[in-house]
């Protein structure tokens, strides 16, 4: 999911993460290992 940064994510444990990038990946379908951020992981075959 691309969205325009910066961005502040707030996580469900609390933590906050930041992006400052003009735009911003957000992984959509928890593979990532960057999670929030999308890494690609999603391309990968199971
Ligand atoms: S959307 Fe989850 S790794 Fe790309």
Do not use: I, K, W
């Not at 469900?12 to 890494?39: E, H, I, K, M």
């Amino acid at each position: 999911m691309l969205v325009d940064g910066p961005v502040e994510v707030q996580l469900p444990d609390g933590t906050t993460v930041v992006s400052d990038r003009f735009q911003v990946a957000l992984c959509a379908c928890r593979r990532s290992r960057n999670y929030p951020f999308c890494d690609a992981s999603h391309r990968r075959r199971r």
